[in-house]
């Protein structure tokens, strides 16, 4: 039995990595897709050019809402039920309510679809994460995580270029649902970690989310992991979301924004295998962090005091400002390593939708200083204020690469 399991351990593990990254390669192509299509969707449903804006950020709030409500759900399941059901009940979740949108009439409908559909896209990253984490050799599973998130983002490249050739949304939306449709039938390839279930038979509280407030040191290392991980999407929500805007105050001219979210998330793939690549070099994630932190900062210093800058030259700006916020896979699986088998998938669900869903702080504090600062200026101090929180929060947590993680707390 024993000689049986050790050879398929392996292989197993394999698959897992492989559907853990289809997964999220689906999720990240929905999350994106409604920012590409959301014009011409609310077009077509007889929303006006002057309303276009509030409507579409009334939507996107509805979805992030999902996700925040998601993440805590999917999180305490993983540690009570198991993170194989958790992946692919939130993937089966969320390829239903992108399929259905690709029938909708009507906003409220609309909106209704992209809150399930957000707490769908809340669990597939955390759940496949802490399972890659619990099944990989200890030495290994950075690998693993790096795969899935490079991977992964490249969903994004997928959803903002593929309008290209294929401009009718409904359709877009049928090809999301689809594809994570027919990902689940990879689930008969999979397995459940070996230490949830050892988890499961011991008399210790699971996916307790209250516990992570109720005691100091607990919480303070759970904030921690959040603001490590709030440079990723200041980035993606203020430089690159709101670069129509800031392009105009940096002289820049020949802009298309699909274009600049392909380049994104083209750098933010690429960066999360690199980052991964070199924190298996140094054998270290905090180091790795602290290299990305360093360059990005450099990089928003450097987005927000150019001008005259061409389109091409902007796109590999936004490039290279992906490639070094390109931490996430980083950044979510030390935040796994953090804490115990007990809490770990509450957790590595969490915090990034409490990451996610800081945008919109991060997006109202930076609207509320632009009367004060300008445009650029309230950009510029926002993004130094994140990127040091998020300096501050890596000195503060342990080091856990090659940490043993089959433990409770």
Not at 122 to 128: I, Q, R
Not at 181 to 193: F, K, M, P
Not at 401 to 408: I, P, Q, R, T
């Amino acid at each position: 039995m024993s000689k049986s399991v050790s050879l398929q351990a392996p292989q197993s593990a394999n698959m897992l990595v492989m559907v853990a990254a289809l997964g999220y390669f689906v999720d990240v192509y929905d999350l994106i897709l409604f920012g590409v299509i959301r014009n011409p969707s609310l077009r077509e449903l007889g929303v006006p050019e002057d309303q276009l804006l509030a409507t579409g950020t009334n939507l996107f709030n509805w979805q992030m809402a999902g996700m925040l409500i998601g993440g805590i759900v999917w999180g305490i399941l993983g540690d009570k039920k198991g993170r194989k059901s958790v992946l692919f009940g939130s993937i089966l979740l969320y390829s239903l309510a992108n399929g259905i949108n690709g029938f909708i009439n009507d906003l409220t409908t609309y909106a209704a679809l992209r809150f399930i559909a957000g707490i769908g896209l809340a669990g597939e990253l955390g759940a496949g994460i802490t399972l890659v984490n619990e099944t990989l050799p200890k030495e290994k599973r950075g690998y693993g995580t790096l795969i899935v998130a490079g991977f992964g983002a490249s969903g994004a490249v997928f959803a903002a270029l593929l309008p290209e050739w294929i401009p009718n949304w409904r359709v877009l939306y049928f090809i999301g649902g689809g594809l994570g449709l027919a990902l689940l039938t990879l689930r008969i390839g999979t397995y459940e970690s070996t230490m949830f279930e050892r988890t499961e038979k011991a008399s210790v509280s699971k996916g307790d989310f209250l516990s992570l407030f109720t005691r100091g040191d607990r919480f303070r290392k759970y904030l921690a992991c959040i603001l490590i991980g709030i440079p990723i999407w200041y980035v993606i929500s203020v430089l690159v979301l709101s670069a129509p805007e800031l392009v105009k105050a940096l002289g820049v001219t020949g802009v298309r924004p699909n274009l600049t979210i392909a380049y994104l998330y083209a750098g933010l793939s690429l960066g999360d295998i690199a980052v991964g690549l070199f924190s298996q070099w140094v054998q270290s994630r905090k180091k790795a962090i602290y290299l990305y932190l360093t360059i990005s900062t450099a990089l928003v210093i450097f987005y927000l005091t150019s001008s005259g800058l061409s389109a091409l030259e902007f796109y590999w700006l936004c490039f290279a400002l992906g490639f070094f916020a390109g931490y996430w896979a980083m950044f979510v699986t030390m935040s796994s390593e953090q804490f115990g088998t007990n809490l770990r998938a509450t957790v590595t669900t969490t915090i990034p939708n409490f990451v996610r869903g800081a945008v919109i702080p991060i997006s109202l504090v930076f609207k509320s200083f632009i009367p004060s600062l300008g445009l650029i200026g309230s950009a510029l101090t926002v993004g130094l204020v994140c990127l040091a929180l998020a300096f501050l929060s890596n000195w503060s947590v342990e080091e856990t690469f090659g940490k043993d993680l089959d433990y409770v707390e």
